[in-house]
């Protein structure tokens, strides 16, 4: 901290700053124009209810405070507290809220030199990529397609998977890399070792949502499932070490 805050690296970050304004600029406009295009779709609050335990996150014991501000289940993002929007998406293993918008966001940029220059020469940018690598790392497409399926709307779910696959892409193109984590390799180590355990998790949640949101189980079905299904969460959560 006390080297970081010293003259000498302070002013070489301010001037990286200075220097990549004008990237950042039009990174952000793209990418800020793709989330907001996402989130303010006509159903997607509906959508987002469907294929996420959003729902289910208020009988865990997990903080002070409800999940939505007013404490109504109304489907309306604006009411939605940050952390269980980060939390849900977690659970999805689709991690939106770690990379979207980001890929149409380098995209964007069309000198490549640029971008990794940046990425070497300013540590904002550079914290920002490392990031979204790890938490597309913790991604999982495979996974993420079976709970986005349960919105019935195809083209919402294309359009994340999409974005998913550009961001990948991209960040392993600026990073020159072949895959994620590639330099991170004790990090990349830990993600391998947990990520069979947190798959079987994740399947065992899907199921149990499914079964939720697509059957009308009796009390004694729908209370074993929604059992099932907080318990996932919690291995989940403890898996991928990422609780919003």
Do not use: C
Request: no cysteine; hydrophobic share 45%.
């Amino acid at each position: 901290m006390l080297l970081a805050d010293s003259k000498p690296v302070a002013d070489r970050n301010a001037s990286a700053a200075q220097r990549f304004a004008p990237l950042a600029e039009t990174m952000a406009n793209a990418s800020r124009r793709a989330y907001r295009e996402l989130v303010e779709t006509d159903g997607f609050a509906d959508f987002f209810a469907q294929v996420s335990p959003l729902e289910e996150l208020s009988d865990l014991a997990l903080g002070s405070r409800p999940a939505r501000r007013s404490g109504q289940q109304s489907r309306s993002l604006a009411d939605l507290r940050a952390i269980p929007w980060v939390f849900a998406w977690s659970q999805t293993r689709v991690n939106l809220t770690g990379w979207y918008g980001l890929g149409t966001g380098l995209a964007a940029v069309d000198d490549l030199d640029e971008l990794r220059t940046a990425y070497r020469e300013w540590p904002l940018f550079g914290a920002l990529l490392d990031n979204a690598e790890m938490s597309l790392a913790k991604t999982d497409r495979g996974v993420a397609e079976g709970y986005l399926r349960l919105g019935d709307r195809a083209d919402l779910a294309a359009r994340i998977l999409d974005e998913l696959e550009r961001t990948t892409q991209l960040v392993l193109t600026v990073l020159d890399q072949d895959r994620l984590l590639e330099r991170r390799r004790i990090l990349g180590a830990a993600v391998d070792l947990r990520n069979p355990y947190v798959d079987a998790l994740s399947h065992l949640q899907l199921r149990a949502l499914t079964a939720l949101r697509t059957s009308e189980p009796d009390d004694d079905e729908a209370e074993r499932l929604r059992r099932l299904l907080l318990l996932t969460v919690n291995g989940v959560a403890a898996g991928l070490q990422n609780t919003g």
